[in-house]
Nanobody, 128 residues
Framework: QVHLKESGGGSVHPGGALRLSCGASEITNGFDCVAWFRQIPGSKRESVAA????????YLADGVKGRFSISRNAAEKAVVLEMNAVQPEDTAMYYC?????????????????????WGQGIQVTVSS
């Protein structure tokens, strides 16, 4: 059973930066697509970013392009979401997810229903 654990959340001022990390021993051993989603109470879970680990291809939602990036940290066995120039609308619970199987993220990277394993989530709050 794969267990994902998010870390690095917290409170930050608008314009600031945060680094979220999604760790699991299996991330570098056969689980090819890892993504970040976020959710605010009463709303659907929203895609943020994803990475196909074999190729390194990355995917970013339009609202975070130019501000967020996603990468693999092999040494930490983690996938990292770098959040820069954060805005109050980035406030949400952030979840890490993987499909738990081989196969790149592809065109369905942004569909929460295609992910099998989820972390417990970590809160990010952007306020002045």
């Amino acid at each position: 059973q794969v267990h994902l654990k998010e870390s690095g959340g917290g409170s930050v001022h608008p314009g600031g930066a945060l680094r979220l990390s999604c760790g699991a021993s299996e991330i570098t051993n056969g689980f090819d697509c890892v993504a970040w989603f976020r959710q605010i109470p009463g709303s659907k879970r929203e895609s943020v970013a994803a990475i196909s680990l074999p190729s390194g291809a990355t995917y970013l939602a339009d609202g975070v392009k130019g501000r967020f990036s996603i990468s693999r940290n092999a040494a930490e066995k983690a996938v990292v979401l770098e959040m820069n120039a954060v805005q109050p609308e980035d406030t949400a619970m952030y979840y890490c997810a993987t499909r738990g199987r081989k196969g790149s993220c592809g065109g369905t990277w942004n569909l929460a229903g295609t992910y099998d394993v989820w972390g417990q989530g970590i809160q990010v709050t952007v306020s002045s």
